[in-house]
């Protein structure tokens, strides 16, 4: 029987309204495993198939653990492209945007300024490919010293298009 959000774990009424925004009303088995753990601090590998309720998983504990009144980058999602930085960003937003989290994708193949002028209004969860991302580290534009989080959403991909020293990099 699946469980509704109020009943997996403490979570605040900000966050319960960003997520009934999103139409949810009961969490997918692998949200009721994860959120508990994530909220709890503890780190993970996670496999499930796509339409499961993945990003919900993590999403909801990124969104939780934010201080909104801190502008600074405090959750870091890495993933392989650019579509998915979009989707991701998207469904991490509307979860948000009850708790004033404010999401940015960042990736290449567009102009900067767009990124900067989101990393300088203090996203505080940031989502994008490896290459852009340390395209900002190396500039200096975007600062991890309040990370709490990092998410390697389809690990496996990024893998096999030959992001691990990238991703090692930004981890360090």
């Not at 503890?42 to 496999?47: A, M, N, P, R, T």
């Amino acid at each position: 029987m699946p469980q509704s959000f109020s009943d997996l774990c403490d979570l605040d009424p900000e966050t319960l309204a960003g997520i009934a925004k999103l139409g949810w009303t009961d969490a997918m088995p692998v949200q009721e495993r994860v959120v508990p753990t994530m909220i709890g601090g503890g780190d993970l590998i996670v496999q499930a198939r796509t339409g499961s309720g993945k990003t919900g998983a993590f999403g909801i504990p990124l969104i939780q653990s934010v201080d909104p009144e801190e502008a600074v980058t405090q959750a870091l999602v890495m993933l392989p492209t650019r579509e998915l930085a979009n989707q991701v960003r998207e469904e991490l937003a509307v979860l948000g945007e009850p708790r004033g989290v404010r999401c940015l994708a960042i990736y290449g193949g567009v102009g900067y300024g767009p990124q900067i002028d989101g990393l300088r209004e203090g996203a505080h969860v940031v989502v994008g490919t490896p290459g852009r991302i340390l395209d900002h580290l190396g500039a200096g534009r975007l600062v991890l010293d309040s990370v709490q989080q990092v998410v390697f959403d389809e690990a496996d991909e990024m893998l096999s298009l030959g992001f691990w020293p990238d991703m090692r990099e930004i981890r360090s």
